[in-house]
């Protein structure tokens, strides 16, 4: 059995309006805004037909690319009481809405809020943090897994304090939990809250801390009369005519850490957040890959459920060296989809794991420049590692590393 590491407590600090998703371009009164950001970029991984959380899996004969990651373009509007935010983005894949929300608050304060439509789901800080201006080209896998494409579909209230408290921001939101594309599938809704506590402009203004902690409380429905729970060194079935249309827990905690300090070296800003909870899943099969197995379900699933205890973090390092236009990233993150079972327990004859209870590491490395204030260069490259199993094309780490140079414009 795996031993659980803790890692020191650490969600979302006080950020620009320009780099929080959940938020228009500006709260002062304004008509039509528009803003964006498109990314273009070529990838190497190191073997074809890879399934990757680097921009998705890459084609069965394919092990270099061109495409465009992200085309955002963001228009708001904003009143005393109000604001709209519509935002779309545009790929070699189509059109797809990414944001579609109205607010309403209080005048000059906007103590309380509410937010209804299609937005980033409030939980944790890399999920609502602009991939625009984030350092890192993509989400760390865990949060790619449990929440991808990071929007629900539902409504968020916000409380804000203006006095003593004016460092703390509550979200509490009911969603769908079926993500931003789908419609609900069953008749529960999901709960997300977070508390957040952000400090700018300490020690002479060098230095800024944010921290936080989130929940989420969801459902996922059984659409079959069999789902599989922990027992032993693997799963053991639970069949019976009333599992059909049962629901299984699907509960997260969350906390999260970011620091920055400015000095005569540059600027150093380190971010961490970790993640715990139960996530159903199915097994993997020769239409989901094993990574995708523990991926959030869209539509009601129509094999059997795997209930699964799951842990998954991510440490951001980032240095803009001195007063030039270049930064050094570092980066590592883990998603072990089932935190009960050791490596070498995966694949034993009669206990049902499957590729789904892996658990994978990243370490990335890169450097980005700044061209003008609109143009950013990145090169990076990930090292995906997986733990060895008794699985036939898992007793050893898979040939999944991916390179990225990516040239992105902000307006």
């Known amino acids: ?83 709209i935010v519509f935002q779309i983005d545009a790929t070699q894949n189509g059109f797809l809405l990414m944001d579609g929300f109205i607010q309403i608050h209080e005048p000059n304060t906007r103590r309380w809020m509410l937010t209804a439509g299609l937005f980033n789901r409030p939980f944790g800080h890399s999920i609502a943090y602009s991939s625009g201006y984030r350092d890192f080209p993509e989400r760390a896998r865990v949060f790619q897994t449990l929440m991808p494409r990071e929007r629900d579909l539902g409504a968020m209230v916000t409380y804000r304090p203006q006095t003593a408290l004016k460092f703390l921001t509550a979200n509490l939101g009911v969603v769908n939990g079926s993500g931003l594309t789908a419609r609900d599938y069953d008749k529960r809704k999901d709960i997300i809250g977070s508390l957040s506590f952000g400090f700018d402009s300490l020690a002479g203004k060098k230095f800024d801390l944010g921290f936080g902690f989130s929940g989420y409380k969801g459902y996922v429905r059984s659409g079959t009369s069999t789902y599989f729970s922990r027992h032993g060194d693997g799963y053991m079935a639970n069949t019976a005519p009333d599992v059909e249309g049962t629901y299984l827990k699907r509960d997260y905690a969350g906390a999260d850490l970011q620091l920055s300090y400015r000095s005569l070296l540059g600027e150093t800003i380190f971010k961490t957040e970790y993640i715990i909870g139960y996530q159903p899943g199915i097994a993997n099969s020769e239409d989901v890959t094993g990574p995708a197995a523990s991926q959030s379900f869209t539509a009601q699933p129509k094999t059997d459920l795997f209930l699964r205890k799951f842990d998954g973090y991510y440490f951001w390092l980032s240095h803009r060296i001195a007063k030039t236009k270049l930064s050094a990233l570092l980066a590592y993150d883990v998603y072990d989809p089932n935190i009960e079972l050791a490596g070498e327990e995966i694949g034993q004859a009669g206990n049902f794991t499957t590729a789904g209870d892996i658990k994978y590491s990243t370490l990335g490395y890169g450097l980005t420049y700044l061209i003008g204030e609109r143009i950013k260069f990145t090169l990076y490259n990930e090292h995906v590692v997986n733990e060895d199993t008794g699985l036939e094309n898992y007793t050893s780490d898979i040939r999944d590393d991916v390179f990225t140079a990516r040239l992105q414009y902000r307006w």
């Not at 270099?64 to 009481?81: E, Q, S, T």
């Open 1 to 83: 059995m795996k031993k659980f590491v803790a890692i020191p407590v650490l969600i979302l600090p006080l950020c620009s309006l320009a780099q929080n998703n959940n938020a228009p371009s500006s709260y002062d009164p304004h008509e039509i805004h528009i803003s964006g950001y498109f990314q273009t970029q070529f990838q190497k991984a190191s073997a074809p037909g890879i399934s990757s959380f680097s921009a998705g899996d890459f084609g069965e004969n394919s092990d270099n690319r061109f495409l465009i990651r992200r085309g955002r373009l963001k228009v708001d509007r904003a009143d005393k009481y109000t604001n």
